[in-house]
């Protein structure tokens, strides 16, 4: 496997791509990206100036997982959105290799803090269907993971639960927003 940065030119890749979407969020997100149609509007959006877009592939040149990345905050913060892995390889490690190739990405162009929201629609942790605006940070304090939330795969990789957003995504349905200061 090796990391690399796609061209806007790479219609293969741009394929792959909103494909992987498709298929990465069909489970719990269901709504996230419902078509390939969908899929290859965010995969172009990817290229928009400024943004950091990052892609996993096998020797053979096909897509094992990308990451993209928004500034915000005049560069010193920036938002991971969105990240994908084929479903057949989650597991293996090529998140956290993305994961860790963006946070040095943001690092070189100045960046102090990285910002995620991973949304929970399906009740996959113990912050949906229950009043977030009582008792918020005890509730994330005890948060349990019931279905493979990846709040989780996040704290193994430093990040903190820092806010959440009730009902972003519908009455009981949150999304959990979380950071890691990865600059000097």
């Not at 494909?19 to 709504?31: G, K, S, Y």
């Not at 929201?117 to 009043?131: A, I, P």
């Not at 948060?143 to 939330?149: A, G, V, Y």
Request: with cysteine; net charge negative; proline share 4%.
């Amino acid at each position: 496997m090796r990391i690399i940065t796609p061209q806007l030119s790479d219609q293969k890749f741009l394929h792959q791509a909103a494909q992987l979407l498709v298929d990465a969020f069909r489970e719990h997100w269901p709504d996230a990206w419902r078509t390939l149609e969908d899929g290859l509007e965010e995969a172009n959006e990817l290229f928009e100036e400024g943004k950091i877009c990052r892609a996993a592939v096998d020797d053979d040149g096909n897509l094992l997982g990308f990451i993209g990345g928004i500034p915000q905050y005049d560069g010193h913060v920036w938002e991971l959105h969105p990240l994908a892995v084929q479903p057949s390889q989650q597991g293996k490690g090529i998140g956290r290799a993305l994961v860790e190739d963006f946070e040095s990405q943001v690092r070189e162009r100045g960046g102090l803090t990285i910002t995620l929201g991973s949304d929970d629609e399906d009740n996959m942790t113990s912050l949906s269907n229950v009043d977030l605006y009582e008792n918020l940070w005890e509730k994330v304090k005890n948060i349990k993971n019931f279905k493979r939330h990846p709040f989780e795969f996040y704290q193994k990789m430093g990040y903190a639960i820092t806010g959440v957003m009730p009902d972003a995504n519908g009455r009981g349905k949150p999304d959990i927003l979380m950071s890691k200061r990865v600059g000097e």
